[in-house]
């Protein structure tokens, strides 16, 4: 995707790697919108709290930042000793893990890696196939989103009104996106359209990273609240929903997404609307037999009593912050906690299609087609 930071456009991966450093690069997202900034991570550990503390976030991109954390984390042990690598590869391998749970493609990525590794025969020759692996991955990713975009595009016809929900765009996998793959497609195919991005509280990953992007694409849209898209729907002023999903059932077609999701797919139901859900191979869970069995990520009450942004006015003379500062502010009533889960899980019969790399088919359909999109036999 290219990006025009003060005039300068140029095109970035989410995720890289910088082999001769040994560092995954990544776009410093909780910065997003308000300043562009590319880090390296120095070591496995400090790529897993790069993940965990959503400097990366998105399933397709934490998926690709665990693929290069693996590799890196392997690249770093010193020694010929095939079971004593073995043994730290577990170890890097549980810990980018556990970084974040809900989405799948973390450890779909890894056991890529893991499998591809296992080929080599010496520490040195399954060092380099991680990396190999891990850069497959990212390459696949993109591929797939392209793929996504291709399917999907058909979906968008001119005038249509579009909403999407959280960002499942470039910036949640290497490049491209999932959701936004359709936008992107049926924007170069020349058709004019206009998307609404949910907020998204309490990370407003909509209003902060989706808006950003399709600013960035020239794509028309809004940021609207969460709570607008029933009233929106109702007055026959949203045509159709597009999301993204960080763990997708190939057994049962249940789609774990950003919270919010769930409601946004009843309202579409109440009201016609179709809701697509668009994902890598790399996102379907083949093995889970429940949506109930998905573990969803409690995060901070800190988020849900307050929000981050910039301080957007010039301070009076003698007060600490100014304008353009990143900031924290409470929102909420100080004595009052919160409940925060982060993801939700709706159900196939409120979906109309999942868009795949591979074609749309309805979420029931996902097992009879499992050897094309990847799954077992
Ligand atoms: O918590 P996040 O920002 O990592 O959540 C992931 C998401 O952005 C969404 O759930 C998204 O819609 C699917 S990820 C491609």
């Known amino acids: 995707m290219n990006v025009t930071v003060r005039g300068r456009t140029r095109h970035y991966r989410t995720v890289s790697f910088d082999a001769a450093k040994n560092q995954v690069r990544l776009i410093e997202q909780r910065l997003l919108p308000h300043a562009f900034k590319v880090v390296g991570t120095r070591d496995f550990r400090a790529t897993a709290v790069a993940v965990r503390d959503m400097v990366v976030r998105g399933a397709g991109a934490i998926g690709a930042t665990a693929a290069y954390g693996l590799a890196q984390g392997a690249r770093a042990f010193r020694g010929k000793d095939l079971a004593k690598f073995q043994a730290h590869v577990e170890v890097v391998f549980q810990?980018?893990?556990?970084a974040r749970p809900t989405a799948v493609d973390p450890v779909n990525a890894m056991l890529d890696v893991r499998r591809a590794m296992s080929a080599g025969t010496t520490v040195a020759e399954q060092q380099a196939l991680a990396l190999a692996a891990a850069a497959h991955f990212a390459d696949e990713d993109v591929a797939h989103c392209e793929a996504i975009g291709q399917h999907g595009a058909k979906l968008i016809r001119d005038g249509m009104r579009v909403l999407t929900h959280c960002n499942a765009g470039w910036l949640a996998f290497v490049d491209i996106g999932t959701a936004t793959a359709p936008m992107y497609a049926a924007q170069a195919a020349g058709r004019q359209f206009h998307v609404f991005c949910d907020e998204t509280r309490p990370r407003s990953q909509g209003a902060t990273l989706t808006a950003w992007e399709l600013a960035q694409q020239g794509v028309s849209h809004q940021i609207i609240a969460d709570n607008?898209?029933?009233?929106?729907?109702w007055r026959g002023e949203i045509?159709?929903?597009?999301?993204?999903?960080?763990r997708t059932l190939g057994r049962t077609g249940e789609?774990?997404?950003k919270i919010g999701t769930y409601t946004k797919a009843v309202l579409a139901k109440r009201h016609g609307i179709p809701f697509y859900v668009a994902?890598?191979?790399?996102t379907i869970d083949w093995q889970m037999k429940s949506g109930r069995g998905i573990p969803i990520e409690e995060r901070?009450?800190?988020e849900v009593l307050g929000a981050w942004g910039v301080v957007a006015r010039q301070k009076e003379k003698?007060?600490?912050q100014k304008s353009g500062e990143r900031a924290y502010v409470r929102v909420a009533n100080p004595t009052s906690g919160a409940r925060n889960p982060g993801f939700d899980v709706t159900p196939p019969e409120l979906i109309t299609g999942i868009i795949t790399p591979e074609g749309?088919?309805?979420p029931g359909e996902l097992w009879k087609h499992r050897r094309k999109l990847g799954g077992p036999k």
Not at 228 to 233: N, T
Not at 279 to 282: K, V, Y
Request: aromatic share 6%; glycine share 8%; no cysteine.
């Open 95 to 98: 810990t980018l893990k556990e």
């Open 228 to 233: 607008a898209a029933g009233f929106l729907m």
């Open 279 to 282: 994902i890598p191979r790399s």
């Open 300 to 302: 901070s009450e800190n």
């Open 360 to 362: 749309i088919f309805k």
């Open 255 to 257: 789609v774990a997404n």
């Open 318 to 320: 003698g007060e600490r």
């Open 239 to 246: 045509d159709l929903v597009i999301v993204g999903s960080d």
